[in-house]
């Protein structure tokens, strides 16, 4: 059996969705490539221990919902309420089981929506301190995280 080590799936899928969504604006293959990729890295990163991406932006969340319950009575969610929201864009493209399924809805544009998946996968691959590629260095110079 010929192994691949996951990490450089991991990048060279972050790197292809980089090309599709830079060179032949395929922003849907992009954002599947770009959600694999982060979700490849995120499970790297908690097998050594460590807190993805996801996680950290729901941990943030949970954080920011304490002031609007507090201040605004919002209703409260849970962490995994968070995760499920910030994935429902990835997962409303590739689950399908019903007819009123047959479009995916997005929150934002795809163009948007590319750009912030494969940003999810690039602060996968800080949180691991792996060195940027250029195709990585190129996207974060064109499109700094605050875009």
């Known amino acids: ?83 499920t929201l910030l994935g429902s864009t990835k997962n409303s493209i590739k689950h399908m089981n019903i007819l009123s399924d047959s479009n995916a809805k997005l929150y934002f544009t795809v163009e948007d929506e590319s750009k912030w998946l494969i940003w999810a996968a690039i602060r996968n691959i800080d949180i691991l301190e792996i060195y940027h590629s250029d195709p990585v260095k190129d996207f974060i110079e064109k499109y700094p995280e605050s875009s």
């Open 1 to 83: 059996m010929i192994e691949y080590p996951k990490i450089n799936i991991a990048l060279e899928y972050l790197e292809a969705a980089i090309e599709e969504r830079e060179l032949h604006q395929r922003y849907f293959v992009a954002m599947n490539l770009a959600g694999v990729a982060e979700e490849l890295l995120g499970k790297i990163i908690r097998v050594v221990g460590k807190t993805d991406q996801l996680t950290n932006t729901a941990n943030t969340l949970t954080e920011v919902q304490k002031v609007g319950i507090e201040h605004l009575g919002w209703e409260e969610r849970s962490k995994k309420d968070f995760k």
